[in-house]
């Protein structure tokens, strides 16, 4: 199976993230980038099932030079090849404009299964993968926590996780997108062996041109949505701290809660 | 000229969703015509309460085929409706259902979406959206200048729902629906249950949750007497820390890789507050801390922090609890 997995990289979830005194964006100097964390179950996921079936494993990023390291712990991990969506013209991009040059790098290629995280932990839209199929004109499966893909390739079943701790289980034609969740595997680690022979795979750069989109239509020119104001959310204050042995603590608390914060 | 506010509404078994009457609550504060679509099996019925939380108009789409959420026929009925009725602004729920199908009918329909939004306001028939990024460490305004309708999906358990109109009806109208076989590329072929059927963590009220220093996954026991005592609308959460070491189920998991939730009340036992937690929970109205560690982070943010040993503390909590709602 030939399977592409769509990834980013984004600040790592260590990051204090600070607004710009001018309120549009963030400080960005000193921020740490990594893989972004739901996109390592898609890779791990892709490579389970080329370890299982044959086939290959794609890269697909798009993002500023600095995203070729996140590609490398792909192609680290065992995956074999990279496309990188490289050019000015890409920044500023929103889901829409995304998912539009992915498509554009992807649909040149040949391909069974597309995989990608469920969302990226920077803008948190939780889009892109559902936009991407409607533009390949092929399904999606969103939050998916299992994945079993029938022996022919051309079909799988896929649980995604709803309310309530319940999974629906939904049987899709391939190729199709599925949105990857916590818990449908383990991502492993990239080994010393696995960083030595990344270093040697191939990425292929698309630059707009390559692409076939025009400027226009892509990053921030070709969003649909449009980011005005940034600012960093109202501080939670520490409260009491109340003291006393556990008895007097339990009553305490609930006092409180029924008569000052009305919570109970 | 787009006109008008459009509600997508989500029903489940046949009972409408909290957050299809906090996303009416808000359409009607925007003073434009507020429209909700309803889709589903049997659920005309569902049309009048909608009328009087604010819906001027429903549209009702009721088939077989619509019975249980599926992406390729509420997709198309949606965007059917929307080419027909050309909304200015479309809002549905970020639940998992909303969460799925919302963007792809902003990619069909070639317009902009902001997800999750904790808050919005129609300015001059611009619709400005606010939600959280990077899990909440940052809040943006966003717009869609060009494209129509303007979508937002709302994160449900945030905004209020207003007061029942009980004199006010909106005119119903029932369309049909087209959907064929040939439309449907993925298709449901079952829903496995969760192991408990109580609220889920985004729509409840009250939030109690563990951490690593439950020490096993029996000892989760204690939660779950202490959320029945606090009644309906409660459940019980876990920090990655439980969760990773097997002492609760994913699906439990509060935080930056788990859900964000948004309850009255959070009782946080023996977590010690990682920014990745706090992330998940830090909108809630109320937090209580437990824990050992005088030093935890979370006794920053808690409204209320009790030092010891939560497995003394919280079995009195459940008590006193108890005692407090039978004088109720």
């Not at chain 1, 701290?241 to 007097?248: N, R, T, Y």
Request: glycine residues 8%; charged residues 25%; proline residues 4%.
């Amino acid at each position: 199976m030939d399977i592409l997995v769509c990834m980013k990289q984004v600040p790592d979830t260590e990051a204090k993230i600070v607004v710009n005194p001018e309120g549009t964006g963030i400080v960005t100097d000193g921020i740490k980038y990594v893989m972004n964390p739901y996109d390592e179950f898609a890779v791990e996921e892709a490579l389970k099932i080329k370890e299982k079936s044959g086939g290959s494993v794609t890269i697909v990023c798009m993002g500023p030079q600095r995203s070729t390291e996140a590609i490398r712990t792909g192609l680290a991990m065992g995956a074999d090849k990279g496309v990188h969506l490289c050019d000015d013209a890409f920044e500023g991009a929103d889901s829409y404009s995304t998912a539009k040059a992915l498509a554009a790098a992807i649909k040149p290629l040949s391909y069974d299964l597309i995989l990608g995280g469920k969302q990226a932990v920077d803008n948190d839209n939780a889009q892109v993968y559902a936009a991407l199929a409607e533009m390949l004109d092929i399904s999606h499966v969103s939050i998916v926590t299992q994945l079993d893909v029938a022996d022919d390739g051309k079909s799988a079943v896929a649980q995604r996780e709803v309310e309530g701790g319940a999974k629906e289980v939904i049987q899709v034609s391939l190729p199709a997108v599925i949105a990857c969740q916590k818990g449908l595997n383990e991502p492993r680690y990239a080994s010393l062996p696995g960083i030595m022979k990344a270093k040697k795979k191939p990425i292929d750069v698309i630059d707009v041109a390559a692409s076939g989109l025009s400027a226009d239509e892509v990053g921030e020119k070709g969003a649909k949505l449009k980011t005005v104001k940034y600012a960093l959310p109202p501080e939670r204050e520490a409260g009491k701290v109340l003291e006393g042995e556990p008895e007097e603590l339990a009553t305490q608390v609930v006092k409180l809660l029924r008569e000052e914060a009305k919570a109970i | 000229m787009p006109q008008g506010i459009w509600v997508i509404t989500e029903q489940k078994e046949g009972k409408l969703k909290k957050v299809s009457l906090e996303m009416l609550s808000k359409a009607k504060e925007m003073g434009q015509e507020v429209t909700a679509l309803l889709l589903g099996s049997g659920v005309e019925g569902l049309a009048a309460d909608l009328g009087q939380y604010g819906a001027d108009k429903v549209l009702v789409f009721d088939a077989d085929v619509l019975k249980d959420y599926s992406t390729d026929a509420y997709t198309k009925v949606i965007c059917d409706a929307v080419k027909e009725g050309d909304p200015s602004v479309l809002l549905g729920p970020a639940t998992a259902s909303g969460k799925d199908l919302l963007p792809k009918v902003a990619a069909r329909l070639a317009t902009g979406l902001a997800s999750d939004c904790v808050d919005l306001k129609l300015e001059d028939g611009k619709l400005v959206a606010t939600r959280p990024i990077y899990a909440g460490k940052c809040v943006v305004e966003t717009v869609t200048p060009d494209a129509s309708p303007q979508m937002a999906s709302i994160r449900p358990n945030v905004l209020a729902v207003g007061e029942v109109d009980a004199s006010k009806s909106a005119e119903v109208v029932k369309k049909d629906v087209n959907v064929s076989d040939a439309d449907m590329k993925a298709v449901l072929k079952e829903i496995i249950k969760g192991a408990s059927e109580k609220v889920d963590l985004t729509e409840a009220a009250i939030i109690v949750s563990g951490g690593r220093a439950m020490k096993e996954a029996d000892n989760f026991k204690l939660l779950w007497d202490l959320a029945d005592a606090l009644g309906a609308g409660t459940t019980v959460g876990a920090s990655r820390a439980a969760v990773d070491s097997g002492y609760a189920t994913h699906d439990m998991q509060v935080g930056q890789t788990g859900k964000v939730v948004n309850p009255n009340l959070y009782i946080a036992c023996g977590i010690s507050g990682a920014i990745q937690h706090l992330a998940g929970m830090r909108t809630s109205k109320v937090i209580v801390a437990i824990n050992k560690d005088a030093e935890a982070p979370i006794f920053q943010k808690a409204d209320y922090g009790l030092v010891g040993d939560l497995f003394k503390i919280v079995p009195l909590l459940t008590e006193e609890v108890k005692k407090l709602k039978a004088q109720d």
